[in-house]
């Protein structure tokens, strides 16, 4: 078992450990560092690991430098704009732009931009040990993730474009489409794209490993928790990035908080960009990082090779 998922397995027991480890994880100035200090770090880990055989839990050193760019099923370092502590950086700013966009050719750039983004994101950080000897799956994932890149951006844009054609003096349309949709709309279609870049993971299986980190086999119903795991924790993510910002902006303006209107764009910016910080150590700290899977949730040919109960998997991001 890779030391990553080995630092989760004992670190992140708790949905407040892995929110505090998270919070660590998710630094910018992490991407900083270099590839050499990077491969350099996780060198020395491996060396304390097998000289000293200290927990590598213990080692802060680990965390900050090797946990947040190494990825732990190809060993690779991951490129610094697909890291978790660039996750927010990138998408804050496409988030916003992607909320107040009047125009339906605007509105679909921006929205196929940003899944774009979150959908290399979901491909850099997703597991990496399914195999495919009859095509490239990689080459099959880049597909399936430029196919959901285009249908979420058209579903995100259609209420807009159907409303400025149809029903664009309606307030009750407006409302629904402007207040109501945004919210539910991208939190379903970040969900989507997540499915579709990682479905070779449950079509294919992933590896799961006993509890001394021994690979037994590969499973497709591992894998396909682990992708609906990651798919529930991103609809959580940017559907409440949409949601509740909304409510909190109409609470000011009924009680008036900002009597300048003009303050109330940089206030609905702060206000998203409060949520996003809070709500992206929340949304991956909902399921453990190195997943758990019962014996009874496995496949017979799997089992038959061990007596082990409980099996893990690395669930992606």
């Known amino acids: 078992m890779d030391a990553n998922l080995r630092f989760w397995r004992a670190e992140g027991q708790s949905f407040f450990q892995r929110f505090l480890l998270w919070a660590d994880a998710l630094d910018p100035l992490l991407l900083f560092k270099s590839s050499n200090e990077i491969k350099r770090t996780r060198l020395l880990i491996?060396?304390?690991?097998?000289?000293?055989?200290?927990?590598?839990?213990?080692?802060?050193?680990?965390?900050?430098?090797?946990?947040?760019?190494?990825?732990?099923?190809?060993?690779?370092?991951?490129?610094v704009m697909f890291r978790p502590p660039a996750f927010m950086p990138i998408t804050l700013p496409l988030v916003i732009v992607s909320s107040v966009q009047r125009h339906t050719r605007h509105s679909f750039f921006w929205q196929f931009v940003f899944h774009t983004?979150?959908?290399?994101?979901?491909?850099?950080?997703?597991?990496?040990?399914?195999?495919?000897?009859?095509?490239?799956?990689?080459?099959?994932?880049?597909?399936?993730?430029?196919?959901?890149?285009?249908?979420?951006?058209?579903?995100?844009?259609?209420?807009?474009?159907?409303?400025n054609r149809f029903a664009s003096k309606s307030l009750l349309?407006?409302?629904?489409?402007?207040?109501?949709?945004?919210a539910p709309l991208l939190g379903l279609t970040s969900a989507f794209t997540v499915a579709?870049?990682?479905s070779p993971e449950f079509d294919n299986g992933i590896e799961v490993m006993d509890r001394n980190g021994k690979v037994i086999g590969v499973s497709k119903k591992a894998g396909e928790k682990a992708v609906m795991e990651t798919a529930v924790s991103r609809a959580v993510l940017f559907g409440t990035t949409f949601f509740l910002p909304e409510v909190l902006m109409h609470c000011v303006q009924r009680a008036r908080l900002v009597k300048n209107p003009r303050a109330l764009g940089p206030?609905?910016?702060?206000?998203?960009?409060?949520?996003?910080a809070g709500m992206l150590p929340v949304s991956f700290s909902m399921f453990p990082q190195c997943?758990?899977?019962?014996?009874?949730?496995?496949?017979?040919?799997?089992?038959?090779?061990?007596?082990?109960?409980e099996f893990f998997y690395n669930r992606g991001i």
């Not at 055989?53 to 213990?58: D, G, T």
């Not at 997943?291 to 082990?308: M, N, Q, V, Y």
Request: no cysteine; net charge neutral.
């Open 46 to 79: 491996q060396i304390n690991e097998k000289t000293q055989n200290e927990p590598v839990q213990n080692n802060q050193v680990f965390w900050t430098a090797v946990k947040s760019s190494v990825h732990p099923d190809t060993d690779k370092i991951i490129p």
């Open 117 to 163: 983004y979150t959908t290399a994101f979901t491909l850099m950080n997703g597991n990496g040990t399914p195999k495919a000897e009859e095509y490239s799956l990689q080459q099959k994932q880049m597909l399936l993730g430029l196919g959901a890149i285009f249908y979420s951006a058209f579903v995100g844009a259609f209420p807009l474009a159907f409303m």
């Open 173 to 182: 349309m407006q409302f629904v489409v402007r207040k109501l949709l945004p």
């Open 196 to 198: 579709m870049v990682r």
């Open 267 to 276: 206030v609905r910016m702060f206000v998203i960009m409060s949520v996003l």
């Open 291 to 309: 997943g758990e899977i019962k014996r009874a949730d496995l496949e017979p040919e799997i089992l038959s090779s061990t007596e082990e109960t």
